[in-house]
């Protein structure tokens, strides 16, 4: 009977549910002590009229925040990468063109290991990075529709359809990739099956994946 997920995998569903939460929770702080703060003050200093404004700044600084974190509990899983090839930049180079791209390109069997474990890594680090990337752009896009609000700069409408442009080309392109890649993990999930692969996986790998 196949089984349902890989016998190798750096990365446990603890530590995947850990940093998602770290991000949840760092997001739920900034957004509820924030925009209880920035309200406050406006309150206090006699600009209720301003209320709005400070929650929807105390909501950008939330999602900056967040993003912020998403980058933190990404870093661990980047050198996850970079472990997968031997810290070998040129073989990760090569690698990805593979997972991510779908180049054709001659892989002896060693590489075709280190492109499945690279493969598995990767379709976590992506997510994260999407994450991080959503979470800057709507609070960069939360401040900017604040300077239009009083003020139709030209800086600001320009700022906000770049927003959209980068957005529009960096979101289908990363789900594809991560597509792609949990494609390629799937199809040459038997080469990390092998005791050779695991044995090196836990031995060289085991130490990095702490979050």
């Given at each position: ?14 530590q ?16 509820v ?15 209720p009229?301003?209320?709005g404004s ?7 600084l ?5 993003g ?49 474990k ?15 990337v959503?979470?800057?752009?709507a ?18 409408i ?23 890649a ?13 005791p ?7 031995a ?8």
């Amino acid at each position: 009977m196949k089984r349902d997920g890989p016998d190798w995998f750096p990365i446990t569903q603890a530590q995947i549910v850990r940093k998602v939460a770290t991000v949840a929770v760092t997001f739920g702080v900034f957004l509820v002590v924030g925009v209880t703060a920035i309200v406050i003050t406006f309150i206090t200093s006699g600009k209720p009229s301003d209320v709005g404004s400070g929650i929807a700044l105390g909501a950008a600084l939330a999602f900056i925040a967040g993003g912020c974190a998403c980058l933190f509990v990404s870093l661990p899983l980047n050198r996850l990468l970079r472990e997968s090839t031997d810290r070998n930049p040129t073989l990760l180079r090569k690698i990805s063109k593979v997972v991510l791209r779908g180049k054709t390109v001659d892989l002896n069997h060693g590489e075709r290991i280190a492109a499945a474990k690279y493969a598995h890594i990767v379709t976590i680090t992506l997510p994260f990075q999407l994450a991080y990337v959503a979470m800057l752009y709507a609070g960069l896009a939360i401040n900017q529709v604040q300077q239009l609000s009083t003020d139709m700069g030209l800086f600001s409408i320009v700022f906000l359809i770049g927003l959209v442009v980068v957005l529009i080309w960096f979101f289908p392109l990363t789900i594809f990739r991560i597509r792609r890649a949990h494609r390629y993990a799937l199809a040459n999930d038997g080469l990390l099956t092998h005791p050779a692969a695991a044995a090196s996986s836990s031995a060289g790998l085991s130490s990095a994946t702490e979050a």
